[in-house]
């Protein structure tokens, strides 16, 4: 199975795999001390671009794309500026509405700001996650306070869009030192928020130690509790919630999330990347020397095709949709079911609304408010 080159694609995912250090919740495609690969990898990646291109019936119009880790703050200038003009050879940038790049603290350059605008960045998202440089360090994360704020120093008055990442329920963080950050963030030169619950994945060594009992995590409800004081703390400084998730200043939400919550076609290149084409998932192999090689070679790099089920896809409809402050269409849902399917679904529906889980209207489907921090379960309650 191949990507659908006349696809309707209008956004772009770019993949720099390489760190300084892995966090040790990070699940992510990411290499530490593989950074004389950085060229290689980079002329592979810009090959990868121009041959999709090629394919394509014609110039594709792009709207949005996003430079996502790895830490992308570690691409070489010049080759970051290279990647740029390869993006304006290969397609048609007029339409560009937003162009993201993730920075980790500490690990950016002053002068790298002026390089990252010329490339067309409009959009900077800040791993900022705690301002406890005892618990990050725990985390094997080494960036500080102070590197948090001289980077919102640089970039909050020369990139048009400041975004901060969070995560709430670190081991270690107290209640207080959380309210405490947020407070000082809602005064930053920042325009969206994004706040994570921490997960724990298998194969990190977060979740190796948690098995050992090396730390405990907070308790649930007392993290659920500080989530709903910080959604009202945004609000109360202007930052509006879309997505369970997402905080943003009025129009600046993020346009290339948007796209894979809406399940547009959006195309990922580099090692791990992931695409879809409006049917079809694909994810390239994570090897970071196959990939080089298999590139420059013309060999496959998919690692992984996949044809979604009906079922799977109305799931996959249903948990993004919830996620949305617009909520989800009714009618999507029940698209495809059998009538026995869809009166226990409306059924479902209705016995949360009654529980106050849900709002419903003549079209569409919404979390309430208690239920923001549990919308898994309401997708799984209501399809099961």
């Known amino acids: 199975m191949n990507y659908n080159y006349a696809a309707d694609t209008r956004s772009l ?56 880790g790895g830490t992308p703050s570690t691409w070489p200038n010049r080759l970051l500026l290279d990647m740029s003009a390869i993006l304006k050879s290969s397609f048609t940038m007029k339409n560009l509405s937003e ?18 605008k010329e490339a067309g960045i409009t959009r900077v998202s800040i791993g900022v996650q705690s301002l406890n440089d005892t618990v990050l360090r725990r985390l094997n994360r080494p960036q500080k306070a102070s590197d948090v704020r001289q980077l919102l120093r640089w970039t909050g008055n020369e990139i048009e869009t400041v975004s901060v990442d969070v995560i709430i329920g670190l081991p270690g963080v107290t209640d207080e030192e959380w309210k405490e950050m947020i407070q000082e963030l809602v005064t930053w030169p920042i325009k969206h928020v994004s706040m994570y619950f921490l997960s724990i994945h298998e194969n990190t060594p977060l979740y190796t130690r948690l098995k050992k009992n090396e730390f405990a995590l907070p308790e649930d409800d007392a ?35 948007q796209v894979y919550w809406e399940r547009k076609p959006y195309k990922g290149f580099g090692v791990g990347a992931c695409s879809f084409d ?107």
């Not at 920075?103 to 790298?112: D, I, K, L, S, Y």
């Not at 970071?288 to 070679?297: G, H, M, P, Q």
């Not at 896809?313 to 989800?328: A, K, N, P, Q």
Request: glycine share 4%; charged share 25%.
């Open 13 to 68: 995912y770019i993949h720099w795999p390489f760190c300084p250090y892995r966090c040790h919740f990070c699940p992510f495609v990411a290499f530490v001390g593989q950074d004389a690969f950085m060229e290689q990898y980079h002329n592979a990646l810009m090959k990868e671009i121009k041959d999709f291109a090629a394919q394509c019936p014609e110039k594709l119009i792009i709207e949005t794309v996003y430079i996502g």
């Open 223 to 257: 993290v659920v509790d500080l989530y709903y004081w910080t959604v009202d703390t945004f609000a109360d400084h202007g930052f509006g919630q879309y997505e369970v998730s997402s905080f943003a200043k009025a129009g600046h939400e993020s346009l290339h999330n």
């Open 99 to 116: 162009m993201t790049l993730e920075a980790n603290p500490g690990t950016v350059e002053q002068e790298q700001i002026a390089v990252w």
């Open 278 to 384: 409006g049917e079809l998932r694909f994810e390239n192999m994570k090897n970071l020397e196959r990939y080089c090689k298999s590139v420059t070679t013309h060999e496959p790099i998919v690692a992984v095709s996949e044809s979604l089920t009906l079922q799977q896809i109305r799931l996959e409809r249903l948990m993004l949709g919830l996620r949305r402050r617009s909520g989800v269409k009714i009618q999507d849902i029940l698209e495809g079911m059998k009538e026995h399917e869809s009166e226990k679904f409306l059924a479902a529906v209705h016995e949360l609304e009654k529980e106050k889980f849900l709002r419903t209207d003549a079209e569409n489907i919404y979390l309430s408010k208690m239920s923001l921090a549990i919308e898994n379960e309401i997708a799984v309650r209501l399809l099961r």
